[in-house]
């Protein structure tokens, strides 16, 4: 799996605390190899942002994102559930 990111995420994850950046890594990973594992929790956003999708980093943190191709995907933020889906 291809993982490009965007300006925005870079920026944002960057601001991570440290333990959620190491489990960010963890998390995609597992990504890489299953996209739709069951400890990613990964689902289809609705209403405006309907082509998005994300996946859990913990219960808290989420990546948004979308796809690019069959094996291609675009980060497109990361954050708190309120940061990502605002």
Do not use: C, N
């Amino acid at each position: 799996m291809l993982i490009r990111t965007s300006s925005r995420f870079e920026k944002r994850y960057q601001k991570l605390p440290a333990h959620i950046k190491e489990r960010a890594k963890e998390r995609e990973q597992l990504f890489r190899v299953s996209p739709f594992h069951p400890l990613l929790r990964t689902h289809k956003l609705s209403g405006k942002e309907k082509e998005h999708w994300a996946f859990w980093i913990t219960h808290f943190y989420r990546i948004k994102f979308i796809f690019l191709a069959d094996e291609e995907v675009l980060f497109l933020d990361v954050g708190t559930h309120d940061e990502v889906y605002r």
